[in-house]
């Protein structure tokens, strides 16, 4: 892959988290189901599905 190649905005030697084509037999999980009611369900609820920081976690970088 050459720079040209690259969508826009993009440089080498990223990984792009953009899109993602997880198999859907992981998606429907009884496992996955309890998680997610209990993230919703939660009083923190809004602020656990917010986005984080536009710069990323510190940690991370």
């Known amino acids: 892959m050459t720079a040209n190649d690259l969508p826009q905005g993009m440089t080498q030697n990223t990984i792009s988290l953009l899109l993602g084509h997880p198999d859907p037999a992981t998606l429907l999980t009884p496992e996955m189901r309890n998680a997610m009611q209990r993230v919703i369900s939660s009083p923190q609820a809004y602020t656990a599905l917010q986005y ?7 940690s991370l970088i």
Not at 52 to 58: K, L, M, N, V, Y
């Open 52 to 58: 984080g920081p536009e710069q990323g976690t510190q």
